[in-house]
């Protein structure tokens, strides 16, 4: 990665909160923090019991995978994932995924 320039610095005084969001934006880390914000909201979005059956939650091109630990729970989320993923979008605030894919 390359590092900003101290040349390139803005003159006047900012804010902490305006600085992370800049180093944000230039390490274009926005994305990887969204993700892990929707992984830890998983229980929150699922409910506790799908929550408990997960095994692992990771993101690939714009697809979300999911690991479950029972197959009848898997058929059940398969048949609903359309509301899924609208249910994470919409607490992403972003489009950030396309397809849920249960393993």
Same mark, same amino acid.
């Given at each position: 990665?390359?590092?900003? $320039? /101290?040349?390139?610095?803005?003159?006047?005084?900012?804010?902490?909160?305006?600085?992370?969001?800049?180093?944000?934006?230039?390490?274009?880390?926005?994305?990887?923090?969204?993700?892990? %914000?929707?992984?830890?909201?998983? /229980?929150?979005?699922?409910? %506790?019991?799908?929550?408990?059956?997960?095994?692992?939650?990771?993101?690939? $091109?714009?697809?979300?995978?999911?690991?479950?630990?029972?197959? /009848?729970?898997?058929?059940?989320?398969?048949?609903? %994932?359309?509301? =899924?993923? %609208?249910? =994470? $979008?919409?607490?992403?605030?972003?489009?950030? =995924?396309?397809?849920?894919?249960?393993?």
């Amino acid at each position: 990665m390359k590092i900003p $320039n /101290p040349s390139q610095r803005k003159a006047e005084v900012q804010s902490v909160g305006e600085s992370l969001l800049d180093l944000i934006a230039a390490y274009r880390l926005q994305g990887k923090l969204t993700q892990a %914000r929707v992984i830890d909201a998983w /229980p929150e979005l699922m409910g %506790r019991p799908v929550a408990q059956k997960t095994s692992e939650l990771y993101f690939q $091109n714009r697809k979300l995978f999911v690991r479950l630990t029972s197959a /009848p729970l898997r058929h059940q989320l398969y048949m609903g %994932r359309s509301e =899924i993923l %609208r249910r =994470i $979008n919409e607490a992403a605030q972003d489009e950030i =995924i396309d397809e849920v894919v249960f393993l």
